[in-house]
């Protein structure tokens, strides 16, 4: 099942978006929640990792919390890097923690429609089966050659 979200619907959450809790980040560079959190936070994002295991470690400059409710203040998006059967719960203890909560941001291959239900029943947007990471990058000009940014391209080639 797949979901089409315009490109102008992507870029306005976005925009919109201030604060973003990454549930299931591991503390692994390899890992994509790792380097998605990473290029997040040096986006402008404030970025807080989310992860029962990694509690009180550092991530990036920002603590490691076990779960949403530790979070303090709230978050513009929940971005989630978990299984899809796994979401369902964690969307629920987001919409009971963050009232003004705007995006559930469901990664590449994760997908419950149930759980987005509930999350728009709320009035809360939801992406599922993205990355914010690459949407960025697609929509702001950050792509080169092959779909990799690059860097710097040569006018040698």
Same mark, same amino acid.
């Given at each position: 099942?797949?979901? +089409? ?9 976005? #925009? ?5 809790? /990454? =549930?299931?980040?591991?503390?692994? !560079? =390899?890992? !994509? ?12 994002? &404030?970025?807080? !990792?989310?992860? !029962?295991? @990694? ?7 920002? &603590? =490691?919390?076990? +779960? ?8 513009? %998006?929940?971005?989630? *890097? #978990? #299984?899809?059967? @796994?979401?369902? $719960?964690? /969307?629920?203890?987001?919409?009971? &923690? *963050? $009232? ?5 941001? %469901? ?12 999350? #728009? ?10 990355? $914010? ?11 080169? %050659?092959?779909?990799?940014? &690059? ?7």
């Amino acid at each position: 099942m797949s979901e +089409h979200y315009s490109d102008d619907y992507l870029k306005t959450i976005l #925009r919109g978006t201030k604060r973003i809790a /990454v =549930v299931g980040v591991s503390l692994n !560079p =390899v890992r !994509p929640s790792n380097y998605v959190a990473r290029y997040l936070g040096l986006k402008g994002y &404030t970025v807080i !990792p989310v992860n !029962p295991g @990694h509690a009180g470690e550092k991530l990036y400059g920002q &603590t =490691v919390v076990a +779960h949403l409710k530790d979070i303090q203040g709230g978050v513009d %998006m929940v971005d989630i *890097f #978990r #299984r899809s059967d @796994h979401v369902g $719960p964690i /969307v629920d203890e987001a919409l009971e &923690t *963050f $009232p003004d909560l705007k995006t559930i941001w %469901m990664q590449i291959g994760v997908v419950n429609l149930d759980a987005a239900e509930t999350a #728009r029943a709320r009035g809360v947007e939801v992406i599922m089966d993205r990355c $914010p990471k690459i949407e960025y990058q697609r929509l702001f000009g950050e792509l080169r %050659m092959g779909g990799f940014a &690059t860097g710097v391209i040569s006018s040698k080639l």
